[in-house]
């Protein structure tokens, strides 16, 4: 079955051993057998299903006193092929590498078309149309993503996240009986390190520069959160 955003909405907020949860990731790979490497942190708990391309971030609930854990955010990753297949070679013990989701990674949109607001007063929004479906292929670039979601609400580039753009609400269908949903989506764009670098005159025109060149750039990860308010 494919992986589609929508469906993984109302996993936000679950327990880590919430069978909803349990029964959700094995049928991303029924054939295979599921296992996750748990990792604590002060303020968080994440659950990495490397052969699944997933990461789970689970965060103390404040209404529990800090004793129970409820699903903050799911990171859906695109490994490069080099990363999959060298991660487990650079060093002892090193662990394995997030492989490409099995199924299918897929927005079902609820609107067919992007509202753009008016640049200059007076002038009127622009309406365009998308497709029903936008599928997060491994070669799936920045430029496309940006075409069926609409401007970001935020972006930014630099730290360890790298370039990144975020829409605080996107309104997608349910595969399995098409019920509207919302959630927020944070994606991080592949930095392609030397095969497609800035020239230095890209360089000196700051920002701009950098977003017309990471448009070009294949998609690193997405983050599926529940919707700003």
């Not at 975020?166 to 392609?192: C, F, I, Q, T, Y």
Request: a neutral charge; glycine letters at 10%.
């Amino acid at each position: 079955m494919p992986l589609a955003i929508a469906d993984l909405q109302p996993l936000l907020g679950l327990g880590p051993d919430s069978p909803q949860l349990t029964q959700a990731l094995v049928a991303l790979a029924p054939d295979q057998q599921v296992e996750r490497d748990a990792k604590s942190y002060p303020d968080a708990t994440y659950h990495n299903y490397y052969s699944l391309g997933l990461s789970l971030c689970f965060i103390p609930r404040k209404d529990a006193g800090g004793g129970t854990l409820e699903l903050e955010s799911i990171d859906i990753f695109n490994p490069t092929p080099e990363t999959s297949a060298t991660a487990s070679a650079r060093r002892p013990g090193a662990p394995p590498a997030y492989t490409f989701p099995p199924a299918p990674v897929t927005l079902r949109f609820a609107e067919t078309e992007i509202v753009f607001p008016p640049r200059k007063p007076g002038e009127k929004e622009l309406r365009v149309p998308r497709p029903d479906t936008l599928e997060l292929k491994a070669s799936t670039s920045g430029r496309e993503v940006v075409r069926s979601l609409g401007e970001p609400s935020r972006k930014g580039s630099g730290g360890w996240v790298g370039v990144w753009l975020e829409w605080g609400a996107v309104a997608l269908k349910r595969e399995e009986n098409g019920e509207r949903v919302e959630v927020g989506l944070m994606l991080e764009l592949k930095d392609p390190k030397g095969s497609n670098r800035l020239t230095k005159e890209q360089e000196d025109q700051g920002v701009g520069g950098v977003w017309d060149q990471a448009s070009g750039w294949r998609w690193a990860g997405i983050k599926v959160f529940r919707p700003s308010k």
